[in-house]
T-cell receptor, first 116, second 111 residues
Framework: EPEVTQTPSHQVTQMGQEVILRCVPI?????FYWYRQILGQKVEFLVS????????KSEIFDDQFSVERPDGSNFTLKIRSTKLEDSAMYFC??????????????FGNGTRLTVT | GENVEQHPSTLSVQEGDSAVIKCTYS??????FPWYKQELGKRPQLIID?????GEKKDQRIAVTLNKTAKHFSLHITETQPEDSAVYFC??????????FGTGTSLTVIP
C-alpha cells in the first residue's frame, strides 16, 4: 500500500534557525497538507496545497511558515526562524480529492521537531 | 471555521466491553467525517469514515453513526481488545479540503 513518507523523523534545531521538513505524498494524490501536533494535544491544521498553490491556511501558519512543491514528488514545509513553541510533531498528509470526493487523509509518520 | 468537540478525553473499559466516543461539529456544511486511531509515537491512521448522506456505517467491530440534525457523530467499538488501546481522533471536512480534528480520546482496554 502506498504511503506518505517524511524526512527527517527527528530534527533538533536552535531557536532562530531555519528548518525544512520534507514530504513525499502518495503519487496520485492531488491535495497536500501539513498538520502539527504538540505533545499530548490534538492534530492542528496548518495549510493545504492544491494545484501548486496554497488553498487554505490556519492562523497558526503565519509569515514564518512557507510551503513549496519544488518538483513533481516533494512537498516541503519551511520554518524561517524557529521558536521554542514550534516544537511539535509535524505531519504531512495527502488525499486524492476531498470535498466532493470526500477522500480521507493519509498521514506520514511525522517529523518530530525540537527547538532548543 | 469549524469547531469539533470530542468526549470523553479518556476512557477505560474492560476487555470485551463496548466503547463509545462522541463528537459534535458546528458547521452544517461539513459533509465528511473520518475517524483516526493513533498509537503512541505513530501516525494517525484512518479506521472508518462516514459521509453526510449516510446515517450509520459498520466495519466488523467498529461502527460510526451520524446525526446531521444534531450535528454529532459517534464511534462505537464492540468486543474491545487490548490492541484497541490508542488515542482516537474524530474529524470533520470543512469548506472542501480543510479537516478539523477533535481533541482526541485516549482509550485504554484493560485485559
Amino acid at each position: 500500500e502506498p504511503e506518505v513518507t517524511q524526512t527527517p523523523s527527528h530534527q533538533v534545531t536552535q531557536m532562530g534557525q531555519e528548518v525544512i521538513l520534507r514530504c513525499v505524498p502518495i503519487s496520485n494524490h492531488l491535495y497536500f497538507y501539513w498538520y502539527r501536533q504538540i505533545l499530548g494535544q490534538k492534530v492542528e491544521f496548518l495549510v493545504s496545497f492544491y494545484n501548486n498553490e496554497i488553498s487554505e491556511k490556519s492562523e497558526i501558519f503565519d509569515d514564518q511558515f512557507s510551503v513549496e512543491r519544488p518538483d513533481g514528488s516533494n512537498f516541503t514545509l519551511k520554518i524561517r526562524s524557529t521558536k521554542l513553541e514550534d516544537s511539535a510533531m509535524y505531519f504531512c498528509a495527502s488525499s486524492e480529492a476531498p470535498g466532493g470526493g470526500s477522500s480521507p487523509l493519509h498521514f506520514g509518520n511525522g517529523t518530530r521537531l525540537t527547538v532548543t | 471555521g469549524e469547531n469539533v468537540e470530542q468526549h470523553p478525553s479518556t476512557l477505560s473499559v474492560q476487555e470485551g466491553d463496548s466503547a463509545v466516543i462522541k463528537c459534535t461539529y458546528s458547521d452544517s456544511a461539513s459533509n465528511y467525517f473520518p475517524w483516526y486511531k493513533q498509537e503512541l509515537g505513530k501516525r494517525p491512521q484512518l479506521i472508518i469514515d462516514i459521509r453526510s448522506n449516510v446515517g450509520e456505517k459498520k466495519d466488523q467491530r467498529i461502527a460510526v453513526t451520524l446525526n446531521k440534525t444534531a450535528k454529532h457523530f459517534s464511534l462505537h467499538i464492540t468486543e474491545t481488545q487490548p490492541e484497541d488501546s490508542a488515542v482516537y481522533f474524530c474529524a470533520a471536512l470543512y469548506t472542501g479540503n480543510q479537516f478539523y480534528f477533535g481533541t482526541g480520546t485516549s482509550l485504554t482496554v484493560i485485559p
